[in-house]
Antibody
């Protein structure tokens, strides 16, 4: 059974860069889309980006060029980088697997951006 | 971008009652690539329904999904105490893979 374990820094200052990683246990990166979703009290669930098993990425246009996602197949991991964070990026961030729907989720990481 | 609008915002019902939740898309969702999720406080969302009407693994049969095109419905036949939560729809047909704003099902 596939399980996702995520980690990364939870407290950032404005203009810093957010890095999150997600390790896939019990499965392979060689199929499906590997996704990032965030949740804020005001905006609900927001799809951020995804990377497929070939390394092809899709990003949410609302985040423009600040976002990048990548695969690290040797470690069975995928990662998220979000540059120039502001208070508006404060949220719970989840990694998830997209097959038919997002069927496996990480535990979530609370990220707070504050000076 | 496909905008998903869920209604109602809040549904106040008693255990044993039937819940009907709506999700309307701003344009047609192809291949019925529409999913429903349940979320409880402090937890990640859980996939209930994919392909508009197929229950995910382990989901009780009191949950059912229907619809196509732009109009989709999640029905909970008889509410159990553990069903009181927030429910989201999501289209995964095209990117960005958008979510609805959620419907809270609360105890009346």
């Amino acid at each position: 059974q596939v399980r996702l374990q995520q980690w990364g820094a939870g407290l950032l200052k404005p203009s810093e860069t957010l890095f999150l990683s997600c390790t896939v246990y019990g499965g392979s990166l060689n199929f499906d889309f590997w996704s990032w979703v965030r949740q804020t009290p005001g905006k609900g669930l927001e799809w951020i980006a995804e990377v497929d098993y070939r390394g092809t990425t899709n990003n949410n246009p609302s985040l423009r060029s600040r976002i990048s996602v990548s695969l690290h197949t040797s470690h069975n991991q995928f990662s998220l980088k979000l540059t120039s964070v502001t208070a508006a990026d404060t949220a719970v961030y989840y990694c998830a697997r997209l097959t038919d729907g997002l069927d496996v989720w990480g535990q979530g990481t609370t990220v707070t951006v504050s000076s | 971008e496909i905008v998903l609008t869920q209604s109602p915002g809040t549904l106040s019902l008693s255990p044993g009652e039937r819940a009907t939740l709506s999700c309307r898309a701003s344009q047609s969702v192809s291949s019925s690539s529409l999913a429903w999720y349940q979320q409880k406080p402090g937890q990640a969302p859980r996939l209930l329904i994919y392909g508009a009407s197929t229950r995910a693994t382990g989901i009780p049969d009191r949950f059912s999904g229907s619809g196509s095109g732009t109009d989709f419905t999640l029905t909970i036949a008889r509410l159990e105490p553990e069903d009181f939560a927030v429910y989201y729809c999501q289209q995964y047909s095209i990117t960005p893979r958008t979510f609805g704003q959620g419907t809270k099902v609360e105890i009346k």
